[in-house]
């Protein structure tokens, strides 16, 4: 009997160790596999969230392209308000960049020249055809700061002609997806198609440059959308479970990893109980009860842990506007998250949601498109991804996007899936249509406008080139007849009036001449190229000497100086400045010239004209560079005031700008800047670019 009563303890000390050996090895797997499940919904929500900030960053590069080309007026206003619509702290800045790579516009107040053409993301803006490009994370040439490049390329007549960037702090993102985490060794992450961490909830500053092992999934199929795996990470060797999900359009994957310490966490302390429990219940099954009570008890905190977890998830779907849901078409069952209830203005508590009352809820005009999808999706066993509108109880329609994919868990043929509330990205996707489209209407407003003036300015031009010269011709013809025939008989006085005549018509001969010269400057067609302004320079001195071979001038003329240049217009510019040099310089002894160079700065090339003439008072150097201003009287030099005026006008087409300096009695400098690289065509201020 002893031995039969030891046996049978023995037998059921032994069956009572298996059954809780077992039962721990099945919750662990059950809590497991929760928190595999748990990650793959998780990195759904997110990549949903993400998808959105894209597609808005998306919308806002479009709006940036379009009015690059236009104006940099228009370029401001639609910057000003694309910004306005992004998140605070989303972007740290946006630059614009041209074919070759050099950055040539950022909203930082840095001067524009930065070389990023040897970036990955910009090569693959430069090969990669009109779509989004999500770089990765590069170390900012600008700020030093971690940035992923979100980029859109440009283009003019079908060719690459440069690309617009939103710049995205990291560190950001890495907030953004801390916020999701459930506990401290939970891990976001957002890697790039090419396995590089975008960003990283915990240590983002220790993943930057580091890739992924070639070995996950996500990398090992790029055509895969979603998915889990269990792995030690990377960065910090802690072991996670990972559930995975593929952005649709970027590529991009939302990695979410639960710790096993965090989700086995909860059991810790039953294991160690169980243990207790069993060893007492060896020796005594008397506590066959506690351990029944046990077994209450572990349940009850089995729910409780399923409860928060449960209230967890709904709060990150709850932030991320998207709900779970699935359907069985066997049985009819569907359920629906509280999420989704909110959603549809439904009382969770109350609502019995169902297949056919989802189909109620379909605005009717979208109801075809959806069923065509649906049925797509079942004939190609593939997932769903249908975005559409929604009527509320209170007649209200709202815009949704619907993924759905087979259950492969479930037995039979089941259906899961999400739903998601894009009510305000619908509304600010259709806002910056309709922003586009006013500003196509003021472009094409302020077009007709400057087409208008054209006409009127090539009227007046006609105008003053026939109208005004004949009489003109006229005056000077009839008083130089005049003086040849009857000079004889007019008086000292008629003489001297006569002579008066004579010189106004000359003036206001080579004032209309110097008028229309300037107006056509202004509107000659820019052809720019390689200008050897030291050799124009010379040029430009030998034909002056030569209109005085026995004035006495000192020239120094600097070898090598060029520029990117329109030829013609330029050598007006140099005989302007050079003329004026000769003409002031007419008074002076041993008179001295100098053209000389100062060198790049900010991307611009500088020169200047130096003599010791005549000078100017510089308390009127304000009105150096109006039409007909003159600070010298005409008794003491010729001139109409247009030269000037003209030069400044050339330079400002050209994108350079030019100043002046003087003393009276101790000569005068203008200096003048060209860009390193030509001014594009369309920033150019003539008729015949627009």
């Known amino acids: 009997m002893v031995t039969a009563v030891a046996l049978f303890t023995a037998l059921a000390v032994l069956l009572l160790w298996g059954l809780s050996l077992q039962l721990q090895r099945q919750l662990r797997d059950q809590a497991l596999e929760r928190a595999q499940v748990r990650s793959q919904q998780l990195a759904d929500a997110m990549a949903g969230q993400m998808d959105t900030s894209l597609a808005v960053l998306d919308l806002g590069l479009l709006s940036l392209r379009t009015a690059w080309p236009k104006s940099r007026a228009a370029f401001d206003e639609v910057e000003q308000q694309v910004l306005a619509t992004l998140p605070r702290g989303l972007v740290s800045h946006l630059s614009v960049i041209d074919a070759g790579g050099t950055v040539v516009y950022n909203n930082l107040g840095v001067a524009p020249g930065t070389f990023v053409g040897d970036r990955p993301h910009f090569q693959a803006l430069r090969q990669g055809g009109d779509r989004l490009v999500v770089g990765e994370p590069v170390r900012s040439r600008l700020t030093g700061e971690w940035l992923l490049i979100v980029g859109r390329p440009m283009f003019r007549d079908g060719e690459f002609a440069g690309a617009v960037h939103f710049n995205v702090p990291s560190e950001h993102l890495a907030r953004l997806l801390g916020r999701l985490a459930l506990s401290d060794n939970d891990l976001v992450s957002l890697v790039h198609p090419g396995g590089a961490f975008l960003a990283r909830s915990l240590d983002n500053a220790s993943a930057m440059g580091q890739q992924v092992p070639p070995d996950r999934p996500f990398l090992q199929d790029p055509e895969a959308s979603r998915g889990t795996f269990r792995v030690d990470g990377v960065v910090d060797g802690v072991s996670r479970l990972f559930g995975w999900q593929r952005l649709s359009n970027s590529r991009v994957v939302v990695v979410v990893g639960l710790s096993h310490a965090s989700v086995l966490a909860p059991l810790e302390h039953t294991r160690r109980q169980a243990l207790l429990l069993t060893a007492l219940l060896s020796m005594a099954l008397l506590a066959a009860g506690g351990w029944i009570g046990w077994l209450l008890h572990n349940l009850e905190r089995q729910q409780?842990?399923?409860?928060?977890?449960?209230?967890?998830?709904?709060?990150?779907?709850?932030?991320?506007?998207?709900?779970?849901?699935?359907?069985?078409?066997?049985?009819?069952?569907?359920?629906?998250?509280?999420?989704?209830?909110?959603?549809?203005?439904?009382?969770?508590?109350?609502?019995?949601?169902?297949?056919?009352?989802?189909?109620?809820?379909?605005?009717?005009?979208?109801?075809?498109?959806?069923?065509?999808?649906?049925?797509?999706?079942?004939?190609?066993?593939?997932?769903?991804?249908?975005?559409?509108r929604i009527v509320l109880a209170d007649g209200s329609v709202r815009w949704v996007r619907l993924l759905a994919q087979t259950d492969p868990v479930a037995k039979g043929t089941s259906y899961s899936g999400t739903l998601q509330d894009i009510t305000e990205l619908r509304e600010a996707q259709l806002a910056l249509e309709r922003l586009n489209t006013e500003l196509d209407r003021r472009v094409k407003s302020r077009t007709r406008e400057l087409t208008m003036l054209n006409r009127d300015l090539e009227s007046f031009t006609y105008s003053v080139s026939h109208d005004l010269r004949t009489p003109l011709r006229s005056i000077h013809g009839f008083a130089t007849l005049l003086q040849e025939s009857d000079a004889d008989k007019l008086s000292d006085d008629g003489l001297d009036a006569l002579k008066r005549i004579q010189s106004s018509a000359r003036r206001m001969g080579l004032l209309i001449?110097?008028?229309?010269?300037?107006?056509?400057?202004?509107?000659?067609?820019?052809?720019?190229?390689?200008?050897?302004?030291?050799?124009?320079?010379?040029?430009?001195?030998?034909?002056?000497?030569?209109?005085?071979?026995?004035r006495q001038v000192r020239w120094e003329i600097a070898d090598g100086l060029s520029a990117q240049a329109d030829p013609g217009l330029m050598t007006v510019v140099m005989q302007n400045l050079l003329g004026n040099a000769w003409k002031y310089t007419g008074r002076t002894e041993a008179a001295h010239i100098e053209f000389f160079g100062l060198g790049e700065a900010e991307g611009m090339a500088n020169f200047c004209v130096r003599d010791n003439g005549a000078g100017f008072d510089m308390a009127y150097a304000d009105q150096l560079f109006q039409p007909f201003k003159r600070l010298h009287r005409l008794e003491e030099f010729e001139g109409t005031g247009v030269g000037l005026a003209?030069?400044?006008?050339?330079?400002?087409?050209?994108?350079?700008?030019?100043?002046?300096e003087g003393a009276v009695g101790q000569g005068a400098m203008f200096c003048f800047s060209l860009p390193l690289e030509p001014v594009r065509q369309f920033l150019d201020s003539s008729p015949r670019q627009r």
Do not use: K
């Not at 010379?538 to 034909?543: G, I, K, L």
């Not at 006008?649 to 350079?656: E, P, S, T």
């Open 513 to 550: 001449n110097d008028l229309l010269s300037m107006a056509q400057q202004s509107r000659a067609e820019l052809r720019t190229q390689h200008v050897d302004l030291s050799e124009l320079a010379r040029s430009v001195a030998r034909e002056l000497r030569q209109t005085d071979p026995e």
């Open 304 to 388: 409780e842990q399923a409860r928060v977890n449960r209230q967890q998830m709904e709060e990150a779907q709850r932030l991320a506007r998207v709900g779970h849901w699935t359907y069985d078409p066997d049985t009819g069952a569907t359920t629906w998250s509280q999420e989704i209830c909110r959603i549809f203005g439904r009382d969770p508590s109350t609502f019995r949601p169902s297949f056919e009352g989802y189909w109620q809820h379909v605005h009717p005009q979208d109801r075809g498109q959806l069923e065509a999808a649906v049925a797509r999706s079942r004939a190609s066993h593939t997932d769903l991804d249908e975005v559409h």
């Open 646 to 660: 003209s030069v400044q006008r050339i330079l400002q087409r050209h994108g350079g700008s030019v100043r002046g």
